[in-house]
């Protein structure tokens, strides 16, 4: 998790990932930069996590990162449609 903390119950962004993930450091390094609150959740070491994103994105499983913006679902780490959907949910200002 980062700096901030948050509960599941306010979260507006869950990163679901691996701790080998590359992309998924990544990730989390773009949003701290961003300052964007998230929560992460390991779904290898969690198995209630990786139930909860089979149940989101219906059982089709593609790989890490999966983030989840206010519902919205972002499979990998795609920079662009990451911008936009923060934008489109107001999680940050219309210049990042």
Same mark, same amino acid.
Do not use: L, N, R
């Given at each position: 998790m980062n700096d901030t903390k948050q509960? @599941?119950?306010?979260? /507006?962004v869950i990163i679901y990932s691996t701790t080998w993930c590359a992309f998924c450091k990544t990730e989390e390094q773009y949003l701290n930069r961003l300052g964007v609150k998230y929560i992460k959740k390991d779904i290898e070491e969690d198995k209630d996590a990786y139930e909860e994103l089979? /149940? /989101?994105n219906g059982g089709d499983f593609q790989g890490v990162p999966v983030t989840d913006i206010a519902g919205s679902l972002v499979l990998g780490f795609d920079r662009r449609k990451? @911008?936009?959907v923060l934008k489109e949910k107001q999680l940050v200002s219309a210049s990042v």
């Open positions: 509960t @599941d119950d306010d979260a /507006k089979m /149940k /989101k990451i @911008d936009e």
